[in-house]
T-cell receptor
Framework: AQRVTQPEKLLSVFKGAPVELKCNYS??????LFWYVQYSRQRLQLLLRHISRESIKGFTADLNKGETSFHLKKPFAQEEDSAMYYC???????????FGRGTSLIVHP | NAGVTQTPKFQVLKTGQSMTLQCAQD?????MYWYRQDPGMGLRLIYY???????DKGEVPNGYNVSRLNKREFSLRLESAAPSQTSVYFC??????????????FGNGTRLTVT
């Protein structure tokens, strides 16, 4: 069975500090991993996916198959980054993504 | 291009009442989903529909029914609401089935309170 673990319910940092939101997964095959973000009173939206290997809003995430992790990183947090972040995993051919429980990021001024 | 549209945005029900949450997408996606979002529990899949005419149970289907009316619309029905169904409900769609491992597109959510 596939599983996604986001160990931190809440992450609180100050503006300008580095931020890392952790995501670990368990899946024996080749996973497709995503980060979704939900800003206050807005819909969930895709932030980035590992296959794209791109940086969105200064965030990056690298798939580490050895550690089965897909941590989301940003070198300098901004107040507008405050949101709920969900890591999600899809296995090959599955219609159903598995979501982690989410991490609430609060960036203080 | 509206994307995924959900109605209503808010609803208050009394225990035992029924209601249907509506969802429509205009992106010609094959797959549609219903999730509930609860604090500390993340997103849990209620039902999904891989294509028009098919529906399957997700992680937490009890107390819910769904209808994939056509390719655009996927409704969620609570036949006899219970306080445990107080939650925020999200509809989503994706190109899965056409595009391998495609991401989800979400609606704005319905905040449901059952008293």
């Amino acid at each position: 069975a596939q599983r996604v673990t986001q160990p931190e319910k809440l992450l609180s940092v100050f503006k300008g500090a580095p931020v890392e939101l952790k995501c670990n997964y368990s899946y024996s095959g080749s996973p497709e991993l995503f980060w979704y973000v939900q800003y206050s009173r807005q819909r969930l939206q895709l932030l980035l996916r590992h296959i794209s290997r791109e940086s969105i809003k200064g965030f990056t995430a690298d798939l580490n198959k050895g550690e089965t992790s897909f941590h989301l990183k940003k070198p300098f947090a901004q107040e507008e980054d405050s949101a709920m972040y969900y890591c999600a995993l899809k296995s090959g051919g599955s219609y159903i993504p598995t979501f982690g429980r989410g991490t609430s990021l609060i960036v203080h001024p | 291009n509206a994307g995924v549209t959900q109605t209503p945005k808010f609803q208050v029900l009394k225990t035992g009442q029924s209601m249907t949450l509506q969802c429509a997408q205009d992106m010609n996606h094959n797959s549609m989903y219903w999730y509930r979002q609860d604090p500390g529990m993340g997103l849990r899949l209620i039902y999904y529909s891989a294509s028009e005419g098919t529906t399957d149970k997700g992680e937490v289907p009890n107390g819910y029914n769904v209808s994939r009316l056509n390719k655009r619309e996927f409704s969620l029905r609570l036949e006899s609401a219970a306080p445990s169904q107080t939650s925020v409900y999200f509809c989503a769609s994706s190109e899965e089935g056409t595009v391998y491992n495609s991401p989800l597109h979400f609606g704005n959510g319905t905040r449901l309170t059952v008293t």
